[in-house]
C-alpha cells in the first residue's frame, strides 16, 4: 500500500513539471515573438518614412516661423540663412566634372613620370641643378601634395602649370578649389606663390607658400574689346572675374516651342516685399508645384527687399535676384522661364489666324483649388491670381493642407549667389582657411530684456572674452559675424585674439571690386548697393567655415533663441 501510494506522488509529480515548465516556454517565446516583431515595424518605418520638407519640421510649423512678423518672440532668427546648399544635397546635384587631387591621384602621376619614355620629361641630373624650372611636373607634385597637407578642408582641382616669377627659384601655380564644407559642386579660383629649394638628393621642396592670390603671373588675362580714343588696342586685363556664372536669361525659342510648352504662372501677390524668409518659403511652393505638375514655372526676376534689410528701413523694389540667389543653378535644376519674356512671346503669339487657335489658359483665382486638381488640366498656361486680401493671397497658401502631402519643396534648387560666394572664399583664403569663428545676436534681442534677460550682458565685451577665453586659443584669427552695428564694439577681443570683422573687407563690394561691376552689368549700369540681405549671406557663410564655432544661443548664452520659455 505504501508503495502504491508513493509511485502514484511520483508519477503526479513527473507530470505537473513538463506542464509547468512549458508554459514558462510558452510565455518565453511570445514575449520574444512581440520584441521581434516591433524592431521589424520599427526598422520599416525608419527606412521608408521620409519628412515632407528637407528642414525636420511639419509644414504648419515652418509656414508659422516664416511668415509671423508681428510678434518677436517667434520671429525666426534671420542673422542666419541656410538655403539648398546648407541643407542635405541633392540627388540631381552632378558630381564633379575632374576628380579632385588626392593623395592616390599624385602618386599615379609619379608613376606615369617614371614610366615615361618621353625624353622630353627632365630627369634630375647626378649633380643637382640650383636653376629651377617651373615646367617640371615633378614640381607640380610636390606643390600638389603641399597643398593636400596645408589645407585638409580644401579639395583641390584643375591644377595649371606653374609659370615663372621674376625672381629666381619662385613659382606661380593656379587651380581651382571648393571647401569641404560646402555641399555644392561649386568650385573657386586661387593662384599663389611658391618658393622652392632643391635637397640634396635632387628633389623639390616647398621652403615658402604665399598668401591668397599672391601668384599673380598665373591669373589669366581678359582681352579688353574695343579700342582706346588714340585708336589703339586696349592691352589685356589682368582680372580674377570668374567666367564661369551664365546668369542669362533663357529665351523659349520659336511659336511652336512656346505652344507645345506647359506654364504655371503665378501673378504676384501679397508675399512681395514681405521678409525674405517668407519669400523663399512661397516661391518654393509655387516652384513645387511647378514639378508636381510637371510644368514650367514663369519667374519673376524682381525682389522687393523688406525694411528690416535696408538702412533707410524702406521696403525697396526692383532688386533682382540673381543679386542673392544662384540662377545658372536654378535654371540647371528646375524648368523655369523669365516673366517679362514670358509675357511677351504670349502677346507676340497668342493670335486668331485662320488656321491658329488662341493659346489655351486656365485661370485659378483662389489657392483652395488644389494641385491635384490641376494635375489633368491639358492647357498650356495654368494662372493662378492673387487678388484676395491677405493673408488668402499669399502663394505659399496653395502648398497648405492636403496639399503638402504632394508638393516637395525643392531646396536643393535654391543656392546663394555665386558672386557673394566668392567674395565668402576671398575672406577664407585671406585667413588662409585656418580660422576660428564666432556668431553674436544682439539688434533687437539684445535690447528686448523681456524676452531675452541675459543677452545684452553675455555678449558684452568683457563677457564675451572671458567665455571665449575657453572656447577658442589665444592669438587665433576669429572672425566675429554679428549683426551688433557698431564696429568697434568688439575691439577688446583683439587684445587676445586677431579679430576680424565684415567691415574689415569692404574693397571686396567696393566700386573698384568684380562684384561691383557684375552687379552693375545686372543692373543696366547702375551700381547696386551691397544690402543687409548680402552682409547676412556673407557673414553666415563664412562663420561655416570656421574650425571652432561659437554659437550664442548655444555657447555664450542660456537665454532661448526665441524668447523665454522656448528651449
Known sequence: MKDSNSSSSSS??????????????????????????????FTVIAITYQPPDPWLQSTPALTNLFTESQNATFRIDSSVLKTGEDLAPSPQDPPPSTPAVTEAVIQKLEQQIVNSSDALLPSPPPVCDATLNCSDPRLLITIQRFNLRAFKSIAFFDYQPPVNTSVAGECDVAWRFRNKRERSWRKYRDF??????????????????????????????????????????????????????????????????????????????????????????????????????????????????????????????????????????????ASIVEEGEFLRDWKKWDKTHLKKKKIPVRKVVTHKVTPMQLSKDKSTIIWRQFDAPEPENYWYRVCEGEAAKYIQRPWHALWKSKRLMNIVTEISGRLDWDFDSVHVVRGEKAQNKEMWPHLDYDTSPDSLLEKLKGMVQPWRHLYVATNEPYYNYFDKLRSNYKAHLLDDYKELWGNTSEWFNET????????????????????????????????????????????????
Open 192 to 333: 599663389r606663390r611658391f618658393r622652392i629649394a632643391v635637397t640634396d638628393d635632387c628633389k623639390y621642396k616647398v621652403v615658402h607658400a604665399g598668401g591668397w592670390h599672391s601668384g599673380v603671373n598665373a591669373r589669366r588675362n581678359v582681352t579688353r574689346t574695343g579700342a582706346a580714343r588714340s585708336g589703339k588696342t586696349l592691352p589685356p586685363r589682368v582680372s580674377t572675374r570668374d567666367d564661369e556664372i551664365n546668369d542669362t536669361i533663357p529665351t523659349l525659342g520659336s511659336e511652336t516651342n512656346f505652344r507645345n510648352g506647359k506654364y504655371l504662372y503665378y501673378s504676384r501677390g501679397g508675399d512681395y516685399c514681405k521678409g525674405m524668409n517668407h519669400y523663399l518659403w512661397s516661391f518654393l511652393c509655387g516652384l513645387g508645384e511647378a514639378v508636381y505638375l510637371k510644368r514650367t514655372f514663369v519667374m519673376d526676376l524682381s525682389v522687393c527687399l523688406a525694411a528690416t534689410y535696408n538702412p533707410s528701413n524702406k521696403d525697396e523694389e526692383g532688386k533682382d535676384f540673381r543679386y542673392y540667389f544662384d540662377f545658372e543653378h536654378l535654371k540647371e535644376t
Open 12 to 41: 503526479s509529480k513527473s507530470r505537473t513539471e513538463p506542464i509547468g515548465q512549458n508554459i514558462i516556454k510558452l510565455i518565453s517565446n511570445l514575449c520574444f515573438s512581440v520584441f521581434v516583431f516591433s524592431v521589424l515595424i
Open 520 to 567: 552693375s552689368l545686372l543692373n543696366n549700369g547702375k551700381p547696386v548697393e551691397f544690402d543687409g540681405y548680402m552682409r547676412v549671406a556673407v557673414d553666415t557663410e563664412v562663420f561655416y567655415r570656421g574650425k571652432t564655432r561659437v554659437e550664442t544661443f548655444y555657447n555664450l548664452t542660456k537665454d532661448c533663441k526665441d524668447g523665454v520659455n522656448t528651449c
